[in-house]
């Protein structure tokens, strides 16, 4: 009888147990449910993704806000010199942030991490709260993230407690789920070590050439020094502390930025820096701005971060000055690291090819790039006038690609074509405008391009009719769904035949509709659009690649007169010539400034 009562408590604590895990694991997944979508504010997935890291693997990070991680590679710094670096940077990230991140990382990697890399940005701004949040909740639980809770509670431990349960934290957001909440995991990239790739120039598209910024050059020693907020001088101070009890070198960097960066921020800071014997590398400043040959017209993405061009310049600088001047390890090769290896292949395949394609001039070989990956969904939309200007050899470059409608598109035609390996569709279709014949396609060298019949009067008043109304009900349309479920519209109207290209994915519109091939890019391994590319093929057979500075190069070398050049290159010529005079005029002035 009592072995029964005794077996009947056992089974009855076993039940509570495994209730209780069960509605811990509940809570636990509907919290990471119910947490915001923080992928890019506060790298949240980044971080996540360096938790997984093997312990002592990482022998230097980077602290600080967005400008570091749009600023900053890691895997290219591994590409270059093997060296093991992770980009923990996020938008606004409060200095306390820093310091917890610092102590995680050194909990993490203890044995390896040798070197710290501040961006001291956020040194002026106010602490942005929810952020700070956001950030310490992607730190594993223990208690360094339960530290940090405390401490943003200022030591009320219930407060501190209730913020170490994502359900409790963020229950309110029952009535805002939707479908990215499901698709988180998704965001966990590796391979980017905390990096966020952007190749956009949106102010020098934006700006012309005399509105853009130009760099100070010079620290101005005159004005006086910032006033930094007290709560980030408190934690810096704690980073500079801890950094010296574990016998880390800390290095104070500031990116490139033509607009929240002046002479007052730089002068405090290189003052702090000096009392404590510390490394100041601003890249605003010559000479490390001529160093690593920064622009800003070209290599920033808006006024605060850089895109991808400048990544490339200052992270080539820093890896070597990591390699030589810090002794980082080279770990290629190295028993243990085989990891890093397998993220570089990723990282070259989602980034560096990515970058490739969307630079790539000739539509033609765009279209070849972006079908010889057999992750890529293409989806091809004309408007307009999409003909004129192609070339005989791209002509044969479609068709041998296996797009003969493409081969022969003529002026004004309307033109669709979906390429989905996953899914294995292979979708092309046409709309002749009248007048335009093409009896084969361009499959070899000795295909004659057929010329324009001419229109008769019928044609030609239906032509000018339609140029009139612009109907858009007349444009072609493709629908189908992705390998991940989502659906797409695609639409394509020739001027006469709707005038419109339109590629909808998922309700999102990516098609540019401008006028030429219009070429949408979908990776179903990312689950998204890596790129939307125009070809204006009535005016010229390729475009401008991205390498602006190269292109300027070209054209100088080749005597191209300033007036015969594309409009972005006289552009860009006019806004360097400022840059030059401006450089002139401050070296002149006789204070040369740091290092100079």
């Not at 570089?344 to 070849?368: F, G, M, N, Q, S």
């Not at 014949?437 to 070899?444: G, I, L, Q, S, V």
């Not at 219009?518 to 390498?547: C, H, K, Q, W």
Request: charged share 25%; with cysteine; net charge negative.
């Amino acid at each position: 009888m009592e072995k029964k009562v005794l077996y009947g408590k056992w089974i009855n604590v076993f039940k509570g147990v495994m209730f209780t895990v069960i509605i811990a694991v509940i809570c636990v997944l509907l919290g990471m449910l119910f947490m915001p979508d923080f992928s890019q504010e506060s790298n949240f997935y980044g971080k996540q993704c360096f938790n997984k890291q093997p312990e002592n693997s990482v022998e230097t990070v980077i602290l600080g806000s967005s400008v570091v991680y749009h600023g900053i590679s890691p895997m290219e710094m591994y590409e270059a010199y093997g060296i093991s670096v992770w980009d923990l940077g996020s938008s606004w990230q409060p200095v306390s942030s820093s310091y917890y991140l610092l102590e995680e990382a050194y909990r993490l990697h203890t044995e390896s991490l040798h070197t710290v890399l501040f961006d001291p940005f956020e040194m002026t701004r106010e602490t942005n709260e929810s952020l700070r949040r956001a950030i310490t909740d992607a730190i594993k639980y223990n208690d360094i993230k339960f530290n940090a809770y405390l401490d943003y509670c200022d030591s009320n431990v219930g407060e501190a407690l209730s913020y170490t349960v994502p359900l409790v934290s963020y229950h309110s957001r029952w009535n805002e789920i939707s479908k990215p909440d499901f698709e988180k995991r998704r965001q966990l990239r590796p391979y980017l070590r905390g990096y966020f790739l952007d190749t956009d120039r949106s102010d020098f598209e934006v700006y012309s050439y005399d509105e853009l910024a130009i760099p100070e050059y010079i620290p101005d020693p005159s004005v006086s020094n910032e006033i930094f907020e007290n709560e980030a001088l408190f934690y810096f101070k704690k980073i500079i502390d801890f950094c010296n009890d574990h016998n880390l070198k800390l290095i104070i960097i500031k990116t490139p930025m033509s607009l929240h960066w002046s002479s007052s921020d730089h002068n405090a800071m290189k003052n702090i820096a000096e009392t404590y014997g510390l490394e100041f590398l601003d890249f605003n400043y010559l000479p490390l701005f001529d160093d690593i040959g920064f622009n800003y017209a070209t290599d920033l993405a808006d006024t605060d971060h850089m895109n991808y061009y400048g990544v490339r310049k200052l992270t080539a600088w820093l890896g070597n000055y990591l390699a030589e001047e810090c002794e980082a390890t080279d770990f290629r090769g190295k028993a243990g690291y085989e990891f890093l290896e397998k993220d570089l292949k990723e990282y070259r395949i989602r980034v560096k090819d990515t970058v490739d394609l969307r630079a790539e001039k000739d539509p033609a070989v765009y279209v070849k790039k972006a079908m010889g990956h057999e992750d890529y969904t293409v989806f091809i939309t004309v408007k307009e006038d999409a003909a004129s200007s192609l070339t005989q050899e791209q002509r044969i470059t479609f068709s041998e690609l296996g797009l003969p409608a493409l081969s022969v598109l003529g002026q004004y035609d309307s033109y669709l074509a979906v390429m989905d390996p996953v899914k294995d569709i292979r979708y092309e279709n046409t709309e002749k405008n009248p007048g335009n014949t093409r009896e084969k396609p361009a499959n070899d060298d000795n295909v004659d391009v057929m010329e324009q019949e001419d229109i008769s009067d019928v044609q030609a008043e239906r032509r000018l009719h339609d140029q009139m109304t612009k109907d858009e009900d007349k444009a072609m349309e493709f629908e189908g769904n992705l390998h991940c479920g989502e659906s797409y519209i695609v639409r394509s109207g020739g001027e006469y035949l709707g005038d419109t290209a339109s590629c909808i994915i998922d309700n999102t519109e990516y098609a540019s509709g401008s006028d030429g091939i219009n070429i949408i890019v979908y990776d179903n391994t990312l689950r998204e659009v890596i790129d939307s590319a125009v070809f204006n093929t009535s005016v010229s057979p390729v475009r401008l690649g991205d390498d602006l500075e190269a292109e300027l190069n070209r054209a100088v070398e080749n005597k191209t007169k300033f007036e015969e050049m594309p409009e972005t290159l006289q552009k860009l010529s006019l806004y360097n010539g400022r840059c030059k005079e401006a450089k002139a005029a401050v070296l002149s002035s006789g204070d040369t400034g740091d290092g100079y």
